[in-house]
């Protein structure tokens, strides 16, 4: 059974820095997704990687994949405000299930 | 405009009281699906469809039903409500689960079941 775990929970950091957001997930997953979601907001896509060594780059975020280490990261670069909002990464069973991490709450300060 | 509607965004009711959320998409997607968030415990899938007719069970689809007549609506019915079913539900679809399809979400109803 495909299970997905994020780390940190949570993570406040300043306005310029960069940081590292993990998903591991336990089973084969053909996909991993990342989520954005603001405040009392819905689940807005950001990135789909679809294959090992797939790297997305939108901006201050960019994800990569390693489904042989069974991993994720979304990577901040140069923190601004605007970026804070709480990331989820999905990971897909072979039954097309799609199962979420709990999220990682982020929070930029200046 | 593409879009997931859901309605109602807000809603309170009664232990026991049918009621049923309304979904619908204008993007002729195949696939469909409902989720509830809940504080720590991330989306969880209740049910999901991969086309009309077509309907499978996610990861905790006790207390609820679904159905799909028709592609563009999925409504999420509750035939008994209980308390434990206090969430924030969030519709989705997308052309299916296969490629560069990432879901496409509603903007969620908050139910309250007292």
């Known amino acids: 059974e495909l299970k997905v775990e994020q780390n940190p929970l949570f993570l406040s950091m300043q306005e310029g820095k960069n940081y590292t957001i993990y998903c591991n997930y336990s089973t084969t997953s053909d996909r991993l997704y990342w989520y954005r979601q603001d405040p009392g907001k819905s689940l807005e896509s950001l990135f789909v990687?679809?294959?090992?060594?797939a790297v997305k780059q939108e901006g201050r975020l960019m994800a990569s994949l390693d489904t042989k280490a069974r991993l994720s990261t979304l990577h901040i670069t140069a923190a601004v405000h605007d970026l804070s909002a709480t990331y989820f990464c999905?990971?897909?069973?072979?039954?097309?299930?799609?199962?979420f991490g709990t999220g990682t709450r982020l929070q930029v300060f200046p | 405009e593409a879009q997931v509607t859901q309605n109602p965004r807000y809603l309170i009711t009664v232990t026991g009281k049918k009621l049923t959320v309304t979904c619908s998409q204008n993007m002729n997607h195949e696939y469909m699906s409902w989720y509830r968030q809940d504080p720590g415990l991330g989306l969880r899938q209740i049910y999901y469809s991969m086309n009309v007719e077509v309907t499978d069970k996610g990861d905790v689809p006790e207390g609820y039903k679904v159905s799909r007549k028709e592609k563009r609506n999925f409504p999420l019915i509750l035939e008994s409500p209980s308390p434990n079913q206090t969430s924030l539900y969030f519709c989705?679809?997308?052309f299916g689960t296969g490629g560069n399809s990432p879901l496409h979400f509603g903007n969620g109803t908050r139910l309250t079941v007292t």
């Open positions: 990687l679809l294959s090992n060594g």
């Open positions: 999905a990971g897909i069973t072979n039954t097309d299930k799609l199962i």
């Open positions: 989705a679809s997308s």
